[in-house]
């Protein structure tokens, strides 16, 4: 199947600084990619949909300011947590879509990036 | 309210037996269900894809039922075995913008 990768899988950071994730689909163009956020024994919660070449799509109650995302081109996303907290740290999914054949494009998820804010 | 209900939360089998997974939606306009497998740590990785048209599917032991008009689907796990733990996710996609909304999942054990 698909391969979709992240990176980096941890990080732990200071408070204040900021951290980039990268989401790269390896075997397929992918036109959309998906920014999701997991907290302990809590199902994915979708952050943000990131179009190529334009601007992010992101939920309610998502700050865009600080969770700047970035989809240049159609291989690579890029989540950049900016002056991360403590309760920032989570572990953070992205997703990439085939291009659909018919109706239903497949979803193919990175293995996930934890983040530990000190 | 578009919602995707699962049940049970948690769920312990011994290895070998079988076990019957359930989702309920309510989800409008319907447009596909997904089973997805969680491991601990790791991101989900995909299962079956049934659209309104389909009743069964199936992905080696894991077999998935679709009832669209009670809005019921069930995965079913045949001859569990230890690597089967981990959280199956019920995600139901709606509309033509294909939203996905998420189940909370169902938390598997297979003990020896």
């Known amino acids: 199947g698909a391969v979709v990768s992240q990176h980096p899988s941890w990080v732990i950071c200071k408070s204040g600084t900021s951290v980039k994730i990268e989401c790269r689909s390896l075997d397929f163009q992918a036109t959309t990619m998906f920014w999701y956020r997991q907290f302990p024994k809590q199902s994915l919660m979708l952050m943000a949909t990131s179009n190529e070449g334009s601007k992010a799509t992101y939920e309610q109650g998502v700050e865009k300011d600080k969770f700047l995302i970035n989809h240049a081109s159609l291989t690579l996303s890029t989540l950049t947590v900016t002056s991360a907290h403590p309760e920032d740290s989570s572990f953070y999914i992205c997703?990439?879509?085939?291009?659909?054949?018919?109706?239903?494009?497949?979803?193919?998820f990175g293995e996930g990036s934890r983040l530990t804010v000190l | 309210k578009n919602q995707v209900e699962q049940s049970p939360q948690s769920l312990i089998i011994l290895e070998g037996k079988n076990c019957t997974l359930q989702c309920n939606y309510t989800v409008s306009p319907f447009s596909n269900l997904r089973w997805y497998k969680q491991d601990t740590g790791r991101g989900p990785v995909s299962l079956t894809i049934?659209?309104?048209s389909e009743n069964t599917k199936s992905n080696g032991r894991y077999t998935a039922t679709l009832d669209a008009d009670t809005k019921q689907s069930s995965l079913h796990i045949t001859a569990s075995q230890l690597s089967d733990s981990a959280s199956y996710i019920c995600v139901v996609s709606a509309g033509s913008n294909y939203q996905l909304i998420w189940g909370a999942g169902t938390k598997l054990i297979i003990k020896p």
């Open positions: 997703s990439a879509r085939t291009p659909a054949r018919g109706r239903t494009g497949e979803l193919f």
């Open positions: 049934m659209t309104f």
